[in-house]
């Protein structure tokens, strides 16, 4: 079975740093994108930043460019999302997602879906 378990969510100050970790196992971590997506309550979901493990290409949503960044450790088959210069509005459910896209994508109908991890950002 596809499981995709995000964890690493909590509590932090703006202007603080959180790592998310997504560890993915039950298919091919190599042949697939993993993305890292988030929604707000009362807000659309939304695609945080994504990366190919097949050529390593990776692609952030506007609001966090410059802030996040997404690493993918194929030996651990887990993908990680490195959160700096936090802000209230990053506040949001963190989930990982997979599938088989040719390239990295922040569209949000990927195939699997973990469980979400909560982020809440302090002013």
């Known amino acids: 079975d596809v499981q995709l378990q995000a964890s690493g969510g909590g509590w932090v100050q703006a202007g603080g740093f959180l790592r998310l970790s997504c560890a993915a196992s039950g298919f091919s971590f190599g042949d697939y994108v993993i993305g890292w997506f988030r929604q707000a309550p009362g807000k659309e979901r939304e695609g945080v930043a994504c990366v190919s493990n097949s050529d390593g290409f990776t692609s952030y949503g506007d609001s966090v460019k410059g802030r996040f960044t997404i690493s993918s450790d194929r030996a651990k088959n887990t993908v990680y999302l490195q959160m700096n210069s936090l802000k209230p509005e990053d506040t949001a459910v963190y989930y990982c997602?997979?599938?088989?896209?040719?390239?990295?994508?922040?569209?949000?109908?990927?195939?699997?879906w973990g469980q979400g991890t909560l982020v809440t950002v302090s002013s």
């Open positions: 997602a997979a599938d088989l896209w040719r390239m990295a994508t922040l569209r949000t109908d990927y195939e699997y």
